[in-house]
């Protein structure tokens, strides 16, 4: 590879690939916008003393439905809950309650910390099932790029280690959507670790792929329309996690970012079967 940086910025900076992701960017906040205006939610509820310990709640229709509990992406260092409201009533009209949880981001904070954050969202959910009418028994995570890296550290994650009140299932299941499991190249990608500010050490630590292979089943998408790294990635962890890997759903006509489109489009083959897995797990 004789210029590294060049090669990884290349295959790394999704938004440049994209040409339109400004007007893709502005419909899914006008689109989440009138998902928060027209369903009942419960905004901004703190689970933690962190400004960007906040999480969203919306309440299936029925008592006692299954969780979906969605981390958005942006490098770790953009983007917001409230960007992905758009993806809300797709899941609802499925039977889930969904939450969408935001994090610190960078550079305030490193990624050790967003996923201490999203551990803290998920046990504070769970805690409380009985006062959003969930069920605790059916918590399903999804994420999508950086994101799904997060959702993927939820799934890695010994619940009793951090609680022993907490069950190690409190994961039913997960969709990874697009995601980053090996972290080694973003230190060749100078445009996102001048923020994330990642060293070697901490890039094998923060690796899903290097982990042992979770319980929790999972499956996982990555778009035909994105670069040979991002398809390497979800190859990558579906072959080291392959004890719970599910499926790899085919997005042939998909970029980075219309992969979360398709995950909230009833109809769409991303959507259909993600929702038929977690019902399935989750059951």
Not at 2 to 10: G, L, M, Q, T, V
Not at 82 to 88: A, C, L
Request: negative net charge; contains cysteine; hydrophobic residues 45%.
């Amino acid at each position: 590879m004789p210029d590294p940086i060049a090669y990884y910025r290349s295959q790394l900076d999704a938004r440049a690939a994209i040409p339109d992701h400004p007007y893709i960017f502005t419909r899914w906040v006008r689109s989440s916008e009138q998902v928060r205006r027209g369903h009942a939610a419960l905004l901004d509820l703190a689970y933690g003393d962190a400004d960007g310990e906040r999480l969203d709640f919306f309440p299936a229709r029925q008592a006692g439905a299954p969780l979906l509990v969605f981390i958005h992406g942006g490098w770790w260092r953009s983007l917001d809950k409230s960007d992905f409201s758009f993806i809300v009533p797709a899941w609802l009209e499925a039977g889930f309650s969904v939450a969408l949880t935001n994090y610190t981001l960078a550079p305030a904070a490193p990624i050790e910390d967003m996923v201490t954050q999203q551990q803290r969202a998920l046990a504070w959910l769970y805690r409380r099932a009985d006062q959003y009418d969930f069920d605790a028994g059916r918590i399903s995570v999804a994420g999508h790029s950086a994101g799904a890296h997060l959702a993927a550290m939820m799934l890695a994650t010994d619940w009793r280690a951090l609680d022993p009140e907490l069950p190690p299932d409190l994961l039913k299941a997960g969709v990874l959507l697009s995601g980053l499991y090996d972290l080694q190249p973003v230190l060749q990608a100078p445009f996102v670790n001048d923020d994330l500010r990642l060293t070697p050490a901490r890039a094998t630590a923060l690796s899903p792929a290097l982990l042992p292979a979770p319980s929790a089943p999972f499956v996982s998408a990555v778009g035909g329309l994105e670069s040979d790294e991002f398809r390497r990635q979800t190859a990558l962890l579906a072959e080291r996690w392959q004890a719970c890997h599910r499926a790899d759903l085919p997005l042939p006509a998909a970029n980075h970012l219309t992969i979360c489109d398709a995950f909230a489009a009833p109809g769409e083959t991303l959507h259909d079967a993600s929702v038929d897995f977690l019902r399935k797990a989750a059951h």
